[in-house]
């Protein structure tokens, strides 16, 4: 397997534009994390899936930010508007749940925002 | 509640010196812990796991760690520090009830 596929693995855009970053998680596993990641507040989980249904999503910042899970391989973060202070490294991972599995984790994505 | 706190934000320790890295968590239920490396630019990849077959835990690129219920401790240890061992370090705790909650990081220099 090639492991979770995110991407693009940097974007730049300009404050206000749509942002959309895209994950692939390892085929067979049901569970898929939204992480971000930054100086400031460090490593912190935006929402979580457990076949395809959003189970936690209380990390989710704020309206502007929203995520889909259509089917078990792919997965959307949305951002509309864009603002500079959401520029960060954006994980996405994903497990098979049941017994002790560890989390598989992408390459992330860079999103700058100006 | 469950939690994990990483003690140290920043360790620095000599090229062939032991490394120990702090990590204590609370949790209501049976953890299952696990300690993550994130090198520069990079991705988080799993050094090793607690899954309470045996309390020392063997992992990647001579790391272990040691599971002290009595502490609620899971400190990461490597004898001999390398270079390349320099990352940021992560402990992770998974109650099976919700999605992993990671420490805060503890960054590692390794000087020559």
């Known amino acids: 397997d090639a492991g979770v596929i995110q991407s693009p693995r940097h974007e730049v855009t300009e404050m206000g534009q749509e942002v959309t970053l895209r994950c692939k998680p390892i085929?067979?596993?049901?569970?898929l994390f939204w992480y971000r990641q930054t100086m400031m507040r460090g490593l912190e989980l935006l929402i979580y899936?457990?076949?395809?249904?959003?189970?936690?999503d209380s990390g989710m910042p704020e309206d502007r930010f929203s995520a889909k899970m259509p089917n078990a391989s792919f997965s959307t973060l949305k951002i509309q508007p864009s603002e500079p202070r959401d520029s960060a490294v954006y994980f996405c991972?994903?497990?098979?749940?049941?017994?002790?599995?560890?989390?598989?984790f992408g390459q992330g994505t860079r999103l700058t925002v100006v | 509640a469950q939690s994990v706190t990483q003690l140290d934000s920043h360790v620095s320790v000599s090229e062939g010196t032991p490394v120990l890295l702090r990590c204590n968590y609370s949790?209501?239920?049976?953890?299952?812990l696990f300690w993550y490396v994130q090198h520069p630019n990079k991705g988080l990849q799993l050094l090793l796991k607690y899954t309470s077959a045996a309390t020392l835990v063997k992992g990647i690129n001579g790391f272990e760690a040691e599971f002290k219920k009595s502490e609620t401790s899971f400190h990461l240890t490597k004898p001999s520090a390398h270079m390349s061992d320099a990352a940021e370090y992560f402990c992770?705790?998974?109650?099976?009830?919700?999605?992993?909650?990671f420490g805060s990081g503890t960054r590692l220099q390794v000087q020559p």
């Open positions: 085929s067979g596993h049901n569970s």
């Open positions: 991972a994903s497990r098979q749940t049941g017994g002790v599995t560890e989390a598989f």
């Open positions: 992770v705790l998974d109650t099976g009830r919700r999605a992993l909650t």
């Open positions: 899936f457990n076949n395809n249904v959003p189970i936690d």
């Open positions: 949790s209501s239920y049976s953890p299952s």
